[in-house]
């Protein structure tokens, strides 16, 4: 009843449409009786009557008005059929817009842990094929279900006022169809359960594979990566073999069954004729929409079969709309502000899956400060960054910007002023510009060219077939590494964010290009707070202050010349990177 519900209220605006498709369904299904008594009508009048002869002369007219009656009441039933499928299906496609507009939103609007807990197939798997299987549901099951449904009832009433005796011999099969269906219906459902999840695994292997294809070409894995996407189609095609054969297990008794109504009526039926208690029009009329009976009993394991797929779908989308995230946008200003740039770490505490991240993390950045982070790799660089746009939220302690807790502030007044570059850079399917103003689309072009150049991203743009519009391929395809990591440095300077975060964004760049980015960083005309995460120590050299973080805590904290002097983690980097300048370490840390 819940799922029906969820239906329900997402056909919000298309209501009406599919309430009439729903009720034209049961007058054209109802139609159905008239033929057959028309040509109960005839047989006995003009063909089986004893008056047969004079009847055809003298009645001529009647004969024709019901030869017409039939082909304007099967004509009538065509017009209402095509018009009920235009109905259902305008109904079904607008309630399918509506829910993957509203599914969409809902993705965007989780929290990063609800992508670290589902696949991305998966999630393309809900988005199109379960879908898909929900508005086939309403165009066609529910039709066919109304209308078989409609169809026998009818049938069964008609019989019952020709003859009751008959009619009760032909339902004696009823009760045995419904058993058997009962017991497909039980068995089947959860092989579609396990079926769509292999359907899901499939996918996620697939969009894998495809994502990450100039790893495997790089590593000659396209036999191992075929023999991987094999196996999970071996699986979801046993698994569907498995459900299509358990409908073979019970298909023969339903359609013995099914085909049981005509051994009834010819056996039954003719004794009937036989004793003259049933008429030869009205044994016509059984043989005519005897299939109003037999129909929808053969419907019932098709039925039976779409509707099982389709609440294993539904339940899935179900599990996307009401989904909740951790992270919610609880305020929603009118107009955004710009802020100073204060951030503060007040004994943070991280914990992922309950393995501690980040443990009593407390330093003050003050606006326009430039922090360099540094540490080895699991220490917790990246998860302590993310704290601040609120990616994800402390276990325990605060996150300030500008004497505010991150988590009483609006979500998009919160990232909309940090500008943020990674080392594992996206790119979109656009243009080098679309790409650098994504956060403002409206930006000139002279803004863009600007910020490209302080990037150190214009010469090699200018130098491209298309420049600035030519089109990158998906995830920057046709990009080398560092340019890719240029282009994206100009995409978060262009917003010219007061909160910037760099996480290695440099680290594919050669030490010239480096200095120069390093430059238009110092050179902002604009109050900027950076914090770069960086392992070189040519990156942090230059910062106000270095911040090492060793297994979660912060155990190093100074300025360049601070750090070297206390010969810790900071001067160990720096004597790796600089080997054979050691005689060099004091004089340096004395500039």
Known sequence: MFQLKWLWHNLIGDRARYIIALCLSVIGSSLTIINPYLGQRIVDTFIANDNAMANLTNERGLLIGLCLGMVGFSLLRTGLAYGTTLL?????????????????????????????RNRTGDLMTKMTGDLDMVRHTMAWIFKTIIESLTIFVAAVVYFFYIDAELTLWLLILSPPIFIVAFLFAKRVRPMYIDLR??????????????????????????????????????HYAKANKAAAMVWLDYFPYLETFAQGFNVILMIVGGMLVMDGRLTFGEFS?????????????????????????????????????????????????????????RIAFEHVSFKYDNATVLDDIDFTIEPGETVA???????????????????YDVTAGRVLVDGKDVRGLELGELRANIGVATQDVLLFS????????????????????????????????????????????????????????????????????PILILDDTTSAVDLETEEHIQKSLRELDYSCTKIIIAQRVSTTASADRILILDNGRVIEDGTHAELLAKRGYYYEVFMLQNEGLGRQVTAHGQK
């Open 88 to 116: 259902y299906e305008v109904a079904s496609q607008s309630m399918l817009y509506r829910v993957r507009i509203y599914l969409y939103n809902k993705i965007q609007g989780q929290d990063m842990s609800y992508y670290d």
């Open 197 to 234: 999840e292999r359907l899901s695994q499939l996918n996620t292997t697939t969009q894998e594979n495809i994502a990450g294809n100039r790893v495997v070409k790089a590593f000659a894995r396209e036999e191992f990566e075929v023999e991987k996407f094999t196996e999970k189609n071996v």
């Open 285 to 341: 009329a059984f043989s005519a929409l005897i299939w109003g009976l037999s129909n929808p009993m053969r419907n019932i394991g098709i039925i039976i079969n779409d509707i099982q797929r389709f609440f294993a779908s539904l339940n899935k989308i179900i599990d996307i709309y009401y989904s909740k995230p951790g992270i919610v946008n609880d305020r929603n200003p009118i107009e955004k502000r710009r802020y100073e740039g």
């Open 373 to 391: 982070i540094m540490g080895a790799t699991g220490s917790g660089k990246t998860s302590l960054i993310n704290l601040i746009p609120r990616f």
């Open 430 to 497: 656009d243009t080098i510009d679309g790409n650098i103003a994504y956060g403002d689309p409206e930006m000139p072009e002279e803004e863009v060219h600007r910020f490209a150049r302080l990037a150190a991203a214009d010469a090699f743009i200018r130098k491209m077939p298309e420049g600035y519009d030519t089109i990158v391929g998906e995830r920057g395809v046709g990009l080398s590494g560092g340019q890719k990591q240029r282009i994206a440095l100009a995409r978060a300077l262009a917003v010219k964010p």
